[in-house]
């Protein structure tokens, strides 16, 4: 079974600080998609990363999809109150090329 | 804009009841899912569909069923609820490789 973990679980900061989320799994994905879900609402799509290395821009938030395509990062400059959410990763691979959701990183931005 | 709407936020039923949830996409997406979020779980898909009464098993099928009688509708069935499937439930349906989500409907079984 592929596992996509994230880290941390949580994560509480002060605006206009800069922060760093992990999503690690053992497994190869062909690709790897990153969503934000705001409170009472589903994900929303970010970003798709399909080539090992990817770097991917998108204003403040940078995201990384590892050399391996094993891992991806998503890191935030100056963080902002709306960049509180939920932030979900999803590895995309294997047999059944099912998209697999990472246990999510509930992020809040305090003004 | 693609939207994919989801017939209930809440509902609260009592354990045995049998439950519908239904979600309805307007972009004519052939593919649709349904997932259930729980903390620190991430979604875990339950079914999908990829085309008009046919379905097929994700993770976590059991005590679920699925009905697909027109393309752009998805249903979820609970035919008898159990408190421990108290959840968020999230639908979506798929277009290439973006998928788009409901608002989810955040079921409690008593």
């Known amino acids: 079974t592929q596992l996509l973990e994230q880290s941390p679980q949580f994560l509480s900061i002060q605006e206009g600080e800069n922060l760093t989320v992990y999503c690690n799994s053992s497994?190869?994905?062909?690709?790897l998609q990153w969503y934000r879900q705001e409170p009472g609402e589903g994900p929303v799509l970010l970003v798709t990363v399909v080539t090992g290395g990817e770097v991917k821009k998108l204003k403040r938030l940078t995201f990384q999809f590892g050399d391996a395509r094993k891992d991806s990062s998503l890191h935030i400059t100056a963080a902002q109150p709306g960049d509180t959410g939920l932030y979900l990763c999803a590895g995309r691979g294997g047999a059944t090329n099912k998209l697999i959701f990472g246990t999510g990183t509930l992020l809040a931005v305090q003004p | 804009d693609v939207k994919v709407t989801q017939s209930s936020r809440y509902l609260v039923k009592r354990t045995g009841e049998k439950v519908f949830l239904e979600c309805v996409q307007d972009m004519d997406h052939e593919n649709m899912f349904w997932y259930r979020q729980d903390p620190g779980l991430g979604l875990r898909l339950i079914y999908f569909?990829?085309?008009?009464?046919?379905?097929e098993k994700g993770d976590i099928p059991e005590g679920y069923s699925v009905s697909r009688e027109k393309k752009e509708r998805f249903s979820l069935i609970l035919e008898s609820a159990s408190t421990n499937q108290t959840s968020m439930y999230l639908c979506a349906s798929r277009l290439t490789g973006t998928q788009y989500f409901g608002p989810g409907t955040r079921l409690t079984v008593l």
């Open positions: 569909s990829y085309d008009v009464k046919m379905k």
């Open positions: 497994s190869v994905f062909s690709s």
